[in-house]
């Protein structure tokens, strides 16, 4: 039985209110407090209200991170989450700092003394700033885009018009800042993407993809192939419809890519998926999941400053965290043997940044992220990847 009522999606909701009224009512006494410190049952209610608005906040934090992984976004609502999600970070360090403080003077004796008395209520009113950019953003959520909202429905994957000509079948500039690509020729697109290792083994055709008409193939002998589409983007959003059922091996969704062995990624095999990143031809892992894919699927890869988070048919399956990775192209890469069946790639940019006219180079200006922590301390020199075994010497994150 469960003790979520059936219109609630989670349990966030239930609770996220509370550390908002504990911790504004705990200023609040603590400015009445201030007027008459010669009664200390309003310091003593303060520090209890602090206290247990710290604790309703982790709560809320904890249970935001499992309600953010049980909900598809709308493509605006990508980077309100992910700044929701970093404010609600920023929120629980400070007050539970503040309030270790606060434990210690206050069973010290010392939280009477003036100067400590007057820093810990400025503190204290200050981080209500924390407090209600995470609540804007929360309520920008849910009332602004309808997350979690059962009357709104689910939100779906638009394969967005394009200006300029189709007879190269080439990825074509869209109106939310990104590319789409719909093939519709065999090979005339191949000449407006870049290729890394070896497009020798790569046989592309078109062939009927049922339901969505014409589709292309793309057949591989097993050499790994990175095709990118060369417009650089910082935040991107990467759908795609791709039917894996003839091939085997693992295909990487591919973004921030600087060459063939430096870029982030999100690998989906018959076994698994999984989000990572090359660096200089080493894969680290930030997280893998279980995943068998089977017939048509809709992906989504969502890489939003150190978010990374990755769907299929609108269901989360992974999520990372990871360093900024800055600007890079985006693209696929093939690893393994037979047929790719791909219907469409598209792109948006979440911020609207990041985007030149027409084909670019990425920005080099940031340095591609380097390993930290016993990611660093087990990494080893590899070769190029051009081998299927390199897809699975990786290093956990």
């Known amino acids: 039985m469960s003790i979520l009522p059936d ?18 009512v705990a200023a609040l006494v603590d400015t009445i407090g201030l007027a008459f410190k010669g009664e200390s049952m309003w310091k003593n209610t303060a520090f209890l209200l602090y206290m247990f608005g710290t604790l309703a906040a982790v709560a809320a934090f904890f249970a935001g991170k499992q309600a953010a992984d049980s909900v598809f976004l709308a493509t605006e609502a990508n980077a309100v989450l992910t700044n929701h999600a970093n404010m609600a970070h920023y929120l629980v360090y400070f007050f539970g700092g503040y309030t270790v403080l606060r434990t210690i003077f206050f069973f010290s004796n010392l939280e009477g003394r003036t100067g400590i008395r007057a820093v810990m209520y400025l ?19 849910v009332f602004k885009y309808g997350v979690g909202v059962a009357a709104v429905g689910e939100a779906g994957t638009e394969v967005l018009p394009t200006s300029g000509s189709s007879e190269t079948s080439a990825p074509l500039n ?9 093939p519709t020729r065999a090979a005339a697109w191949k000449s407006s993407l870049s290729t890394y290792g070896t497009d020798g083994g790569l046989n592309t055709s078109i062939q009927d993809g049922g339901e969505y008409g014409d589709v292309l193939a793309l057949t591989t002998t097993g050499d790994p192939t990175i095709l990118t589409f060369d417009f650089p983007m910082q935040t991107v959003q990467m ?23 430096n870029y982030n990624f999100v690998s989906v095999s018959h076994e698994e998926m999984k989000i990572g990143r090359s660096e200089n031809g080493d894969m680290y892992l930030l997280e893998s999941k279980p995943f068998s894919p089977n017939g048509w699927n809709s992906y989504r890869v969502v890489a939003d400053q150190t978010h990374f988070r990755a769907y299929a048919d609108q269901l989360l399956v992974t ?21 790719v069946l791909l219907d469409f790639v598209q792109t948006v940019s979440l911020r609207g940044e990041g985007m030149t006219e027409g084909m670019g180079e990425p920005q080099t200006d940031k340095e591609t992220p380097s390993a930290t922590g016993a990611a660093a301390a087990a990494k080893t020199p590899a070769d190029s990847g051009a081998s299927a075994a390199a897809d699975s010497t990786v290093h956990d994150h």
Do not use: C, Y
């Open 123 to 141: 503190l204290g009113v200050g981080g209500l700033v924390l407090v209600w950019s995470t609540a804007d953003r929360g309520a920008e959520l």
């Open 174 to 182: 869209n109106q939310k800042g990104g590319w789409t690509w719909k």
């Open 7 to 24: 219109w609630a999606p989670n349990v966030h909701p239930l609770i996220v209110h509370f550390p908002i009224a504990l911790l504004f």
């Open 319 to 339: 999520h990372g965290h990871g360093d900024d990775p800055g600007s890079g192209w985006v693209g696929i890469r093939l690893n393994g043997t037979g047929t």
């Open 239 to 261: 759908d795609a419809r791709l039917n894996l059922d003839g091939f085997t091996g693992s295909i990487m969704f591919v973004h921030h890519v600087v060459d063939a062995e």
